[in-house]
Every structure is written in structure tokens, then in C-alpha cells.
T-cell receptor, first 116, second 115 residues
Framework: NAGVTQTPKFRVLKTGQSMTLLCAQDMNHEYMYWYRQDPGMGLRLIHYSVGEGTTAKGEVPDGYNVSRLKKQNFLLGLESAAPSQTSVYFC???????????????FGPGTRLTVL | AQSVAQPEDQVNVAEGNPLTVKCTYSVSGNPYLFWYVQYPNRGLQFLLKYITGDNLVKGSYGFEAEFNKSQTSFHLKKPSALVSDSALYFCAVRPPSGGSYIPTFGRGTSLIVHP
């Protein structure tokens, strides 16, 4: 049981380049989330998904797109990277509320992205 | 809208002393409250949650948290701190019903335990 995994762990991009971050979970969770963590800003929600085929915007969605084609995977895309997107990105997953579950989240190890 | 405040960016405590990391919240209705810990270069790990019932909740690694409805607080506590408790701690809140049930996180508090 690997939990939540993220690929890649590190990446350096030049301004204007694109990339996709992959998040995978093997716990059959319905909900998945993408956050970015910046010094002094805590965790900020970028996008989330409440089930396969669904996505929704979080607090800071601009410049990012997501897809949830399979229940176990949640992809975060940067179409044209900017230096302001330099950050550490965390994926998380959780069961849907109900049936004894309350949204406690399981987090991946993070992806450290630098945009030059 | 729900919100969480962690009023201290950093808490310093000597090993063996009790520690408290503060959290206050704002949410409609009875809250569901969570604490997470983040060790350096790692993802967040769930520590404990309050849903209902006893105001004192026990969690992992000897941590506990006290829910106080009148003060809208959910402070994290440990009777005797360890150097290995040094980490970043996040409080989170979500409403019990309505909407998408997405939690809101505080900005985090860095706990430093000195030998």
C-alpha cells in the first residue's frame, strides 16, 4: 500500500515551458486535492476533485489545469510556467464524508518546482 | 466562509516541558477540526480530529487537542515535548454539512523543541 505518490519529486522549468505533475493514490479515495505551499502562506488549495471525471477550482486556480480521468490519478498541469509558480506542490486524497469518514487527508511527499 | 487562525508563527519550548500550539476557527455550525504535522521535506501527516463528543481528543505521538466551543479554539497540546516533535503544525476546519466539505487550513506554526 503505497498511499499517495507524486511524480516527479523535483523539476526545474524555464518560463513559458509546460509540465504535468502526476498524483496517484491506491486507497480508493473519492476526493483528491492539489495544494501549493509557499513560505509564510501555508497551504493554498489550487484545484480539487470529488470523484472521477469531476474537478473544481480552489483558492488559487489561475495558471493551472487539472484532470481526473481515473479515480486513482489526479493530474496538475502548468501550460505556461511563470516564476510565481515556483513552489512546493502537494497532492492529497480522502474518502468522501459519510459512513464514518470526515475528510482527514492523506498527503503525498511533494514536488519541488522551480521556474527560472 | 470558514477560516482558521494560527496566531503564532513559531513556538519555542524546552524538551520535557509542556507545549501548546494555538488554533482558532470560524465556521457556520458545529465544526470538524483537524491537526496535521509536517516534518522537514515531507508531506503532511494527520494527527487527530474533533468531530463530536469529548472536548479532549487524543491523537498520534502523544498529542492531544482541546476543543472549546465558546472560545472557538482547538489548541494542540502535549504534556512533555521531545526534540523530535520539532516540525510544522497545521490546524484545519471544515463545516459538518453543506458545500463540498473541503477543509480550510491555517498558515501553520513552527514548533521548535530545544534540548
Amino acid at each position: 500500500n503505497a498511499g499517495v505518490t507524486q511524480t516527479p519529486k523535483f523539476r526545474v522549468l524555464k518560463t513559458g515551458q509546460s509540465m504535468t505533475l502526476l498524483c496517484a493514490q491506491d486507497m480508493n479515495h473519492e476526493y483528491m486535492y492539489w495544494y501549493r505551499q509557499d513560505p509564510g502562506m501555508g497551504l493554498r488549495l489550487i484545484h480539487y476533485s470529488v470523484g472521477e471525471g469531476t474537478t473544481a477550482k480552489g483558492e488559487v486556480p489561475d495558471g493551472y489545469n487539472v484532470s481526473r480521468l481515473k479515480k486513482q490519478n489526479f493530474l496538475l498541469g502548468l501550460e505556461s510556467a511563470a516564476p510565481s509558480q515556483t513552489s512546493v506542490y502537494f497532492c492529497a486524497s480522502s474518502y468522501a464524508p459519510g459512513g464514518g469518514y470526515y475528510n482527514e487527508q492523506f498527503f503525498g511527499p511533494g514536488t519541488r518546482l522551480t521556474v527560472l | 466562509a470558514q477560516s482558521v487562525a494560527q496566531p503564532e508563527d513559531q513556538v519555542n519550548v524546552a524538551e520535557g516541558n509542556p507545549l501548546t500550539v494555538k488554533c482558532t476557527y470560524s465556521v457556520s455550525g458545529n465544526p470538524y477540526l483537524f491537526w496535521y504535522v509536517q516534518y522537514p521535506n515531507r508531506g503532511l501527516q494527520f494527527l487527530l480530529k474533533y468531530i463530536t463528543g469529548d472536548n479532549l481528543v487524543k491523537g498520534s505521538y502523544g498529542f492531544e487537542a482541546e476543543f472549546n466551543k465558546s472560545q472557538t479554539s482547538f489548541h494542540l497540546k502535549k504534556p512533555s515535548a521531545l526534540v523530535s516533535d520539532s516540525a510544522l503544525y497545521f490546524c484545519a476546519v471544515r463545516p459538518p454539512s453543506g458545500g463540498s466539505y473541503i477543509p480550510t487550513f491555517g498558515r501553520g506554526t513552527s514548533l521548535i523543541v530545544h534540548p
